[in-house]
């Protein structure tokens, strides 16, 4: 691990103010543009749990259906969860569920689209993040050893600093 102790920051951090207090960034000035941002994550889970979500079986109703809303209504949130988001004008959420049968479990993928004056990549990470957490507490009466990884932002378009796509998984 690196060790930054040491090393001045030269970068101005635009969440910090004159006296080091955390501040929302002013975006007021900022251009309106169309941005998009997709993240994504997995949950893996035992095979059994798996069976049955895929079957519809599970205890306590349609879990994919159930974590889809519930990643939608995250993503739309955000600002509420996240101490220095901007509340956005949401104009598109979608939340996929691909099954992944050789690892055993979901790779989630969010998608939200807007036209602000500031990014989305944090709705979209929320309501991939809360869409895990949702289909974990569907699911945990069959497997209370599921885990919640790779929660990352593959791509954001728009904005000042123009286009980003993960160059690896």
């Known amino acids: 691990m690196q060790d930054f102790s ?6 101005v951090l635009s969440h910090l103010n004159e006296a080091g207090e955390a ?4 975006v007021s000035e900022k251009k309106v ?15 059994a749990c798996f069976t049955a979500i895929q079957a519809g ?19 739309k949130q955000t600002s509420n969860l996240i101490p220095m988001c901007h509340p956005l004008p949401i104009k598109k959420v979608n939340v996929t569920f691909t099954p992944d049968t050789t690892a055993i479990g979901y790779l989630i993928e969010a998608s939200v689209t807007t036209k602000s ?8 990470l ?4 809360v869409a895990a957490l949702t289909l974990y507490d569907m699911a945990k009466a069959l497997d209370k050893e ?18 980003y796509i993960r160059k690896s998984l």
Request: aromatic share 2%; glycine share 10%; charged share 30%.
């Open 126 to 129: 929320t309501a991939v993040s």
């Open 23 to 26: 501040q929302m960034v002013d």
């Open 57 to 75: 079986d599970a205890p306590k109703g349609d879990v994919l259906g159930t974590a889809r809303i519930a990643g939608i209504m995250a993503a």
């Open 146 to 163: 599921m885990t919640i990884t790779d929660i990352r932002l593959l791509k954001k378009t728009g904005g000042k600093s123009g286009d």
């Open 6 to 11: 040491k090393k001045k920051v030269q970068t």
């Open 33 to 47: 543009t169309k941005r998009e941002a997709i993240a994504t994550g997995r949950v893996f889970m035992s095979k």
């Open 117 to 124: 004056e500031t990014g989305v990549e944090m709705e979209a």
